[in-house]
C-alpha cells in the first residue's frame, strides 16, 4: 500500500485537523490532538482558497470549544495569516465576543499585527460592537493612533483612529467608551512627535462638523475636555446652522465649568497611573462617583 511521507504526510494531517475544526466536532478534535503527529501540525494552514490554521478557522466562525482546545494544545495564538491578520482579528471581525475573551486571556496581543494597517480596536469602533470594543479596551489595546513601527510614521493620518471611525459610522457608545478609556479628544492621539509630523491634523470636532454628525458627539468631546479653540472658524461658519456648530459656537465664548474641570483633572491623574477602574471604590458620595464615571 502507498504510504505518505515528509511533507505529504504533514499535509494529511493538517487537513484532517481543519475538516474537525470546520465542523465543529470538540469531540474528535480532543481525540485527534492526543497524537503528537497531529500536535505537530497544530500551526500548518490548510483548507480550499486561502489556505488558514485551525485556530483562525475555530475564531473566524465562533467555535468556542474547538478554539479553547487548541489553545489548551499548544496552537499559536498570534499566528499570522497570509494578510497578517491574527486569530484575534478575524474573531473581532466576525463579532465573535466569547472566542474574543479566549483569545485574549491567552494572551492574544490586543492591538494585532504590526504588520497589518488595520487593528482588532479598529475593526470593532467600525462594526459598532461596543462588548468587543470594551474587552480589547481591558486588556490595553490602544485607543489612540500611534505608529505600529517605532520610527515609522509614513502614510499615518490621524483621522483613521478609532475615535475617529466609531464617529463617521455613528457608534455613539464606542465613541464614549474610547473616551472613558483614555481616547485623546482632539486628535486620538498623544504621540506629539507624530502629531508633528502629520501636515495637516485635523481635530476629532472638526470631523463631526464636517459629517454632519449628532450634537451629541459634540457633547461628549466637550465633556471630555476637547479644546474647542482648535477647530477652524471657517468650518464653523460652514455649517453655522448646524446644532452641532451652535453649541461649539457657545463654548467658545465661555470658560468650562469648574466642576467639569475637577472630573476632568482626577480621571486624567486617575489615567497617567492606569487607575480608572478604580472610580467606583473611592470613598465619596454616589452622585460623585457616578459624575466621575459619567453616568447619570
Given at each position: 500500500m502507498l504510504q505518505l511521507r515528509g511533507h505529504e504526510y504533514d499535509l494529511t494531517e493538517s487537513?484532517?485537523?481543519?475538516?474537525?475544526?470546520?465542523?465543529?466536532?470538540?469531540h474528535q478534535l480532543s481525540e485527534l490532538l492526543s497524537q503528537s503527529r497531529y500536535k505537530e501540525v497544530i500551526n500548518s494552514p490548510s483548507g480550499w482558497g486561502v489556505p488558514e490554521t485551525p485556530l483562525r478557522c475555530a475564531a473566524s466562525h465562533g467555535f468556542l470549544n474547538c478554539l479553547k482546545i487548541l489553545l489548551d494544545?499548544?496552537?499559536?495564538?498570534?499566528?499570522?495569516?497570509?494578510?497578517?491578520?491574527?486569530?484575534?482579528?478575524?474573531?473581532?471581525?466576525?463579532?465573535?465576543?466569547?472566542?474574543?475573551?479566549?483569545l485574549l486571556q491567552a494572551g492574544a496581543n490586543p492591538c494585532g499585527s504590526m504588520y497589518n494597517n488595520c487593528s482588532?480596536?479598529?475593526?470593532?469602533?467600525?462594526?459598532?460592537?461596543?462588548?468587543?470594543?470594551?474587552?480589547?479596551?481591558?486588556?490595553?489595546?490602544e485607543a489612540n493612533v500611534k505608529s505600529k513601527r517605532p520610527g515609522c510614521a509614513l502614510g499615518i493620518k490621524t483621522s483613521t483612529g478609532p475615535l475617529y471611525i466609531s464617529a463617521i459610522y455613528d457608534h455613539l457608545h464606542c465613541f464614549k467608551t474610547l473616551l472613558l478609556h483614555g481616547a485623546d479628544p482632539d486628535y486620538n492621539c498623544t504621540d506629539q512627535k507624530l502629531l508633528q509630523r502629520i501636515k495637516r491634523p485635523r481635530p476629532v470636532l472638526e470631523i463631526c462638523l464636517k459629517h454632519g454628525l449628532r450634537v451629541d458627539f459634540v457633547k461628549l468631546l466637550i465633556e471630555f475636555g476637547a479644546n474647542v479653540h482648535?477647530?477652524?472658524?471657517?468650518?464653523?461658519?460652514?455649517v453655522l446652522n448646524n446644532e452641532a456648530a451652535e453649541l461649539l459656537m457657545q463654548e467658545?465664548?465661555?470658560?468650562?465649568?469648574?466642576?467639569?474641570?475637577?472630573?476632568?483633572?482626577?480621571r486624567n491623574h486617575l489615567m497617567r497611573i492606569r487607575k480608572t477602574h478604580l472610580i467606583g471604590q473611592l470613598e465619596i458620595p454616589q452622585a460623585l462617583i457616578n459624575y466621575l464615571q459619567y453616568e447619570p
Open positions: 487537513c484532517q485537523l481543519h475538516l474537525t475544526v470546520a465542523k465543529d466536532d470538540p494544545n499548544g496552537a499559536e495564538v498570534d499566528r499570522l495569516d497570509v494578510k497578517a491578520q491574527t486569530p484575534l482579528f478575524t474573531a473581532v471581525s466576525a463579532g465573535h465576543l466569547e472566542c474574543v475573551k479566549a482588532p480596536i479598529l475593526t470593532a469602533a467600525q462594526n459598532g460592537n461596543d462588548n468587543i470594543l470594551t474587552e480589547l479596551l481591558k486588556y490595553r489595546a482648535l477647530v477652524d472658524e471657517d468650518v464653523i461658519k460652514s467658545k465664548g465661555r470658560p468650562r465649568a469648574l466642576m467639569s474641570e475637577c472630573r476632568l483633572t482626577i
